[in-house]
C-alpha cells in the first residue's frame, strides 16, 4: 500500500510539470522555495527536505520534516521567425510542485527522499508559418527526478550524502514546419523516457557559522523516446540524456540576525547531443547569491541574484523558438512565516531577466523576447 502511494506521488509530480518551464537551460533557478528566495544559493546552505536537489549531504542538517511546495510560472514571449513580418506571440502558466521528507535516523545518519522538476517548453497562439494546415507550435520537454538520499554526519561537522536518482521525462512537439514522412501536420504524440543515476554531496559546518559544501551528478543516460527517434532526434540516437553538473558553495552566519550564501554551478549542455547539435547549447557556469534576515521569532526574509551566461547564440535563434529559457539572471525575494510551533509557510517571487536573442546568420530574421515572473508557496512541518 505504502508502495502504491508513493508510484502514485510521482506519477502526479510528473503529471503536473508536463510543461514545466526554466531560466537555465531546463533548469530553475532554485529547488526548495527557500533555497529560490536566495537565489539558488544553497549548497552550503540546506533549509528544507527538498536540499538533496541542490547538495545530497545537506540532508543531513534539516533534521525530521515534510515539504511540499507549488511553483507558479507565468511566461510570455514575442516572435519574429524569419522575418519582420512573421509575427507570433504566446504566454502559458505553470504549476511545477517538488515535495521533500527526511528522517534522523541516528545521530550520524539521515535517511530521506527529495523531488524536482526541470524542464522547457512554450505553445504560441498561431502556427509559425504560413503552411495550409499547420497547427499551431508547441512543444514541452519535462523531467522529474526522484533522490532517495543517506548521508552520515562526522563529528568534526562534516557530512557526506550520496543519492540515487531515477528520472522520468515527457517530451511533445507539434506544429513544426516539415516536410516530415507524416506531412506538414504531424504530431509526434508525447513520448516518455526513464534513466538513473546518482548525485554525491559534501558539506562541511565549522563553529563559526562557516560552511562550505560541494556536489556532483554525471551524466544521466535516458531511454530512446521512440516517436522521435527517427526524425527530430535522428542526431542525437533518439535521446535526450540529462547534462553533467557540479556545484560549489559558501554560507557565513554573521550573527543571529543575518546569513548570505554563495554558489558557482557548472552544467555541462555540450555533452548532450541533443541539445548541443539540435539547438547549438553550449556549457552554462551561473553565480548564485542569497541573503537571509531573521526577523524575529515567527518570521525571516531572504533575497538573491542568480546569472549565467546565455546556453545558447543568436546562430541558433530559430531551432530554439520553441525552448525560449533564454532569461539567465533571476532576481528573487521571499519569506517565511512560522504558523505554529512545528509549521511554517514559506511563499517566493522571483522576475527573470534577459536580452532580447537576436539571430544571426542561418537564423537572420528570428528574434525572441521572452518575460518570465514566478510565485512559490510552500508549507513545511517538522516532527
Known amino acids: 500500500m505504502k508502495n502504491k502511494k508513493v508510484i502514485g506521488l510521482v506519477v502526479a509530480v510528473a503529471a503536473c510539470s508536463s510543461n514545466a518551464w526554466a531560466t537555465q537551460g531546463t533548469h530553475l533557478a532554485g529547488y526548495g522555495a527557500k533555497a529560490q528566495s536566495m537565489g539558488g544559493a544553497s549548497v552550503a546552505y540546506p533549509q528544507d527536505a527538498i536540499a538533496a536537489a541542490n547538495n545530497p549531504a545537506g540532508m543531513a542538517e534539516v533534521g525530521n520534516r515534510v515539504d511540499a511546495d507549488i511553483q507558479i510560472i507565468y511566461a510570455s514571449a514575442d516572435l519574429e521567425l524569419g522575418s519582420p513580418e512573421n509575427k507570433h506571440e504566446g504566454s502559458i502558466v505553470v504549476p511545477i510542485p517538488e515535495f521533500g521528507v527526511n528522517y534522523q535516523l541516528t545521530p550520524h545518519i539521515t535517511i530521506g527522499l527529495s ?23 508547441r512543444g514541452a520537454l519535462s523531467q522529474v527526478d526522484i533522490l532517495p538520499t543517506i548521508t552520515y554526519k562526522f563529528d568534526n561537522g562534516l557530512a557526506l550524502g550520496l543519492s540515487y536518482v531515477y528520472g522520468i521525462q515527457k517530451f511533445y512537439v507539434q506544429g513544426l514546419p516539415g516536410p516530415f514522412p507524416g506531412g506538414q501536420n504531424e504530431d509526434f504524440g508525447t513520448e516518455k523516457a526513464y534513466g538513473h ?30 516517436g522521435y527517434k527517427d526524425e527530430l532526434l535522428a542526431g542525437s540516437g533518439g535521446s535526450i540524456d540529462s547534462p553533467e553538473s557540479y556545484s560549489l558553495g559558501i554560507k557565513q552566519k554573521f550573527n543571529d540576525k543575518w546569513t548570505a550564501a554563495l554558489d558557482y554551478e557548472h552544467v555541462s549542455w555540450s555533452n548532450v547531443d541533443a541539445f548541443s547539435e539540435n539547438f547549438g547549447w553550449r556549457d552554462q557556469d551561473i553565480v548564485k547569491l542569497g541573503a537571509e534576515y531573521n526577523f524575529n521569532r515567527d518570521w525571516q526574509f531572504r533575497a538573491g541574484v542568480s546569472h549565467g551566461r546565455l546556453h545558447t ?11 525560449v529559457g533564454i532569461n539567465s539572471t533571476a532576481f528573487t525575494a521571499g519569506a517565511t512565516r512560522k504558523v505554529s510551533e512545528n509549521g511554517e509557510i514559506n511563499i517566493t517571487a522571483e522576475y527573470d531577466y534577459g536580452k532580447t536573442l537576436d539571430g544571426t546568420g542561418p537564423s537572420e530574421g528570428t528574434k525572441l523576447d521572452v518575460d518570465m515572473y514566478t510565485l512559490t508557496v510552500g508549507y513545511g512541518w517538522k516532527f
Open 313 to 323: 547564440t543568436g546562430k541558433y535563434a530559430t531551432p530554439n523558438f520553441l525552448l
Open 115 to 137: 523531488t524536482y522538476a526541470s524542464g522547457v517548453g512554450f505553445k504560441y497562439d498561431d502556427p509559425v508559418a504560413p503552411i495550409p494546415g499547420l497547427r499551431r507550435a
Open 197 to 226: 543515476s546518482w548525485k554525491a554531496g559534501a558539506l562541511w559546518n565549522f563553529d563559526n557559522g562557516f560552511a562550505i559544501g560541494a556536489s556532483y551528478k554525471p551524466k544521466m543516460e535516458m531511454s530512446k523516446l521512440s
